[in-house]
């Protein structure tokens, strides 16, 4: 019981953290979908912070979930029983409704006509980025100017040799020009250079040598991110000697981070969150390199990283 109220207390603090470092829009309305179902996409990923994790806000792969997936778990599609409009899911994934961007959009409607192609083609190349809405009561969320209604939010990219990682945000009209994050991190020998999708996320990740890895998310193969090591499954059993060894490259071959970031990673960039890996050793990337300060063997607080986000870590008292 003790465990599962300091889950909770650690999720809210994080989500406490979400909305003191960038808005996010009021909740969308619910909507009226194709076989009938009044469906919320944002309470839907608010909700299950699994599926904000693996879809982001993308209602249309958060629908296909709750058809798929959900509906039979019993998990509560929406907060309110009424519903607005009639909703396509298009083959991207994105929600429209033809008949309301018509009636929008007269202008549209002028120029190209009614049919639901061709307002659907209008809206891909053109009035996504004018910030037109794709249907009634939609939300246009974002942290801070991240786009959050794309199914990946953010493109990661880490530069091997500088000991650097860099994520970019997606823009209004989905493109990743916006530098938001930079990391200091220890890549390796093995690690691999080239462009990979993401895969599963692990909370804690076993190593050979018996110790552990938080927050570890796999890039490719046997490539994760993850926190630095650990000597068991506990967040105070911190291998301080590694942490002190971040910024150079010394791992087998993951990306190690602290693990405040390796958790930022974790909890904000769903699975399939591309992943590029280069090499440019005079120039870590737009944010700079971060510097982390050592740990000292004397300090009482050596078991802990000191950007955990637990809540009993010493660093935050």
Same mark, same amino acid.
């Given at each position: 019981?003790?465990?599962?109220?300091?889950?909770?207390?650690? #999720?809210? $603090?994080?989500? *406490?953290?979400?909305?003191?470092?960038?808005?996010?829009?009021?909740? *969308? *309305?619910? #909507?009226?979908?194709?076989?009938?179902?009044?469906?919320?996409?944002?309470?839907?990923?608010?909700?299950?912070?699994?599926?904000?994790?693996?879809?982001?806000?993308?209602?249309?792969?958060?629908?296909?979930? @709750?058809?798929?997936?959900?509906?039979?778990?019993?998990? $509560?599609?929406?907060?309110?029983?009424?519903?607005?409009?009639?909703?396509?899911?298009?083959?991207?994934?994105? #929600?429209?409704?033809?008949?309301?961007?018509?009636?929008?959009?007269?202008?549209?409607?002028?120029?190209?006509?009614?049919?639901?192609?061709?307002?659907?083609?209008?809206?891909?190349?053109?009035?996504?980025?004018?910030?037109?809405?794709? @249907?009634?009561?939609?939300?246009?969320?974002?942290?801070?100017?991240?786009?959050?209604?794309?199914?990946?939010?953010?493109?990661?990219?880490?530069?091997?040799?500088?000991?650097?990682?860099?994520?970019?945000?997606?823009?209004?009209?989905?493109?990743?020009?916006?530098?938001?994050?930079?990391?200091?991190?220890?890549?390796?020998?093995?690690?691999?250079?080239?462009?990979?999708?993401?895969?599963?996320?692990?909370?804690?990740?076993?190593?050979?040598?018996?110790?552990?890895?938080?927050?570890?998310?796999?890039?490719?193969?046997?490539?994760?991110?993850?926190?630095?090591?650990?000597?068991?499954?506990?967040?105070?059993?911190?291998?301080?000697?590694?942490?002190?060894?971040?910024?150079?490259?010394?791992?087998?071959?993951?990306?190690?981070?602290?693990?405040?970031?390796?958790?930022?990673? @974790?909890?904000?960039?769903?699975?399939?969150?591309?992943?590029?890996?280069?090499?440019?050793?005079?120039?870590?990337?737009?944010?700079?390199?971060?510097?982390?300060?050592?740990?000292?063997?004397?300090?009482?607080?050596?078991?802990?990283?000191?950007?955990?986000?637990?809540?009993?870590?010493?660093?935050?008292?």
């Amino acid at each position: 019981m003790k465990k599962g109220w300091m889950r909770l207390l650690v #999720l809210l $603090i994080l989500t *406490a953290g979400i909305f003191l470092t960038g808005k996010i829009s009021a909740k *969308a *309305a619910p #909507l009226a979908m194709p076989d009938g179902t009044v469906f919320d996409p944002v309470y839907y990923a608010e909700t299950y912070p699994d599926l904000k994790t693996a879809f982001g806000y993308n209602g249309g792969l958060l629908w296909k979930h @709750y058809v798929t997936f959900g509906r039979n778990e019993g998990r $509560i599609c929406t907060a309110s029983p009424s519903a607005v409009g009639s909703i396509l899911v298009m083959s991207d994934g994105t #929600l429209f409704d033809p008949t309301f961007y018509a009636q929008s959009n007269p202008d549209v409607v002028a120029a190209l006509g009614d049919s639901a192609p061709s307002l659907w083609n209008h809206y891909v190349k053109f009035g996504r980025g004018e910030g037109r809405l794709a @249907y009634p009561g939609e939300v246009k969320l974002s942290v801070g100017n991240v786009n959050l209604n794309v199914p990946y939010p953010y493109y990661i990219k880490i530069n091997r040799a500088a000991c650097t990682v860099t994520v970019y945000g997606a823009d209004e009209n989905g493109n990743y020009t916006i530098p938001c994050k930079a990391f200091i991190c220890s890549p390796g020998r093995d690690t691999p250079l080239g462009v990979f999708k993401s895969a599963q996320n692990a909370r804690w990740l076993a190593f050979d040598a018996g110790q552990y890895g938080q927050y570890a998310k796999r890039i490719v193969n046997r490539i994760w991110f993850h926190s630095v090591m650990y000597n068991g499954t506990n967040e105070g059993s911190l291998d301080w000697g590694a942490y002190n060894r971040l910024g150079t490259i010394c791992s087998h071959g993951c990306i190690r981070l602290q693990a405040g970031d390796a958790n930022w990673i @974790y909890t904000n960039c769903p699975v399939g969150t591309v992943v590029e890996i280069y090499d440019d050793p005079t120039n870590p990337g737009p944010l700079g390199r971060p510097e982390v300060g050592k740990i000292s063997a004397s300090d009482p607080r050596r078991g802990w990283d000191p950007t955990d986000p637990n809540p009993l870590n010493p660093w935050l008292q």
